[in-house]
């Protein structure tokens, strides 16, 4: 037969049959609570604490970079031949690049992401989403290595018979492909914002004689409207921060990046490069990574900035 602990069980008092919980009930769940609530803000902590450390990591070694490099030449010159034998350092070729191929991502990605969460939001039956959601999951799941070896050696082919111009290492496929990778969060993000726009606000517009796409367009992405935002803006995050897809397709030449056609480097291709390297500790040429990480590292904090900006000002509260 099973046993009762009677010493930390509450127990019944005499008045009324009230629960009046003993002392070493209580006791117990007051420890219970205090572990509970250290260990999360230990789990709190240690983020911050990781975040913290990278900044000072690039805050750090970016200083000692620019106490040799004029920021005004870093921010201005349009060349980046950090190796060469009169090193150049214009970080704007890489700028260019990275922005090149994210703006051909979010030019695929947008749309299609939009669409698709109308449709999962607003047109699929439930088992429909339920097949489709995993399958984006599991896009998301693929190693970025198979997607830049599919955009080298599967797509830029197929691509060259369209386009006879376009060049082995180019920016036009990685960026497609990056739109391809971005897609599920994308719409992951932007659909779950659509759901919790409230029923009522469809059946007003369905009485006042508005079809489902009509409802769609007009009453549920407005509605939606910081959450939706807030999607492009996470893609937008993802796709700059990209790494293996432009290291191996989009190539490493550091120009400036007006062609889409033609290869460029990125600022993340270039730190897979150079962290390749033989280059000695501290040396120029090598602190060069933390500069352009740095670099990298306000892009996406100014477009997270604009995500919780537009989300604050836009949000719909239900």
Same mark, same amino acid.
């Given at each position: 037969m099973a046993t009762i602990d009677l010493a930390?069980?509450?127990t019944q008092g005499a008045a009324g049959g009230q629960l009046v919980a003993s002392a070493a009930f209580l006791r117990r769940r007051a420890i219970t609570g205090a572990v509970v609530r250290v260990f999360l803000?230990?789990?709190? +902590?240690?983020?911050?604490?990781?975040t913290a450390a990278i900044v000072y990591i690039l805050v750090y070694d970016s200083i000692l970079f620019f106490q040799k490099v004029s920021i005004v030449d870093f921010l201005?010159?349009?060349?980046?031949?950090? @190796?060469f034998e009169k090193p150049r350092f214009g970080i704007i070729t890489l700028v260019s690049g990275t922005l090149m191929t994210t703006l051909i991502g979010l030019v695929v990605a947008m749309p299609a992401g939009t669409i698709l969460s109308i449709y999962l939001s607003e047109f699929a039956g439930h088992r429909t989403r339920e097949i489709i959601k995993p399958i984006l999951e599991l896009l998301a799941g693929v190693p970025t290595v198979a997607f830049g070896y599919f955009a080298l050696f599967f797509l830029t082919p197929l691509f060259q018979i369209f386009i006879p111009n376009l060049s082995g290492f180019n920016l036009l496929v990685p960026g497609i492909v990056i739109g391809i990778m971005i897609l599920p969060y994308i719409v992951s993000v932007a659909e779950d914002a659509m759901r919790a726009v409230p029923d009522p606000l469809r059946e007003g517009a369905f009485a006042l004689g508005f079809t489902r796409f009509q409802t769609a367009i007009r009453v549920v992405i407005p509605g939606a409207f910081s959450g939706v935002t807030a999607a492009y803006l996470? $893609?937008?995050? %993802?796709?700059v921060g990209e790494t293996m897809v432009v290291a191996i397709a989009a190539g490493q030449q550091a120009t400036l990046a007006y062609n889409p056609l033609e290869g460029a480097a990125t600022i993340t291709?270039?730190? @897979?490069?150079?962290?390749? $390297?033989?280059?000695?500790?501290?040396?120029?040429a090598y602190l060069?990574?933390? +500069?352009? $990480?740095?670099?990298?590292?306000?892009?996406?904090? @100014?477009?997270?900035?604009? +995500?919780?900006?537009? %989300?604050?000002?836009? %949000?719909e509260v239900y």
């Amino acid at each position: 037969m099973a046993t009762i602990d009677l010493a930390s069980a509450p127990t019944q008092g005499a008045a009324g049959g009230q629960l009046v919980a003993s002392a070493a009930f209580l006791r117990r769940r007051a420890i219970t609570g205090a572990v509970v609530r250290v260990f999360l803000f230990l789990a709190a +902590a240690l983020s911050v604490f990781i975040t913290a450390a990278i900044v000072y990591i690039l805050v750090y070694d970016s200083i000692l970079f620019f106490q040799k490099v004029s920021i005004v030449d870093f921010l201005t010159d349009t060349e980046w031949t950090p @190796v060469f034998e009169k090193p150049r350092f214009g970080i704007i070729t890489l700028v260019s690049g990275t922005l090149m191929t994210t703006l051909i991502g979010l030019v695929v990605a947008m749309p299609a992401g939009t669409i698709l969460s109308i449709y999962l939001s607003e047109f699929a039956g439930h088992r429909t989403r339920e097949i489709i959601k995993p399958i984006l999951e599991l896009l998301a799941g693929v190693p970025t290595v198979a997607f830049g070896y599919f955009a080298l050696f599967f797509l830029t082919p197929l691509f060259q018979i369209f386009i006879p111009n376009l060049s082995g290492f180019n920016l036009l496929v990685p960026g497609i492909v990056i739109g391809i990778m971005i897609l599920p969060y994308i719409v992951s993000v932007a659909e779950d914002a659509m759901r919790a726009v409230p029923d009522p606000l469809r059946e007003g517009a369905f009485a006042l004689g508005f079809t489902r796409f009509q409802t769609a367009i007009r009453v549920v992405i407005p509605g939606a409207f910081s959450g939706v935002t807030a999607a492009y803006l996470l $893609g937008m995050s %993802r796709a700059v921060g990209e790494t293996m897809v432009v290291a191996i397709a989009a190539g490493q030449q550091a120009t400036l990046a007006y062609n889409p056609l033609e290869g460029a480097a990125t600022i993340t291709a270039y730190i @897979v490069q150079i962290s390749l $390297g033989d280059l000695p500790h501290n040396s120029l040429a090598y602190l060069t990574i933390f +500069a352009a $990480g740095l670099t990298l590292f306000l892009m996406t904090l @100014v477009f997270n900035l604009i +995500a919780f900006w537009l %989300r604050k000002k836009y %949000r719909e509260v239900y």
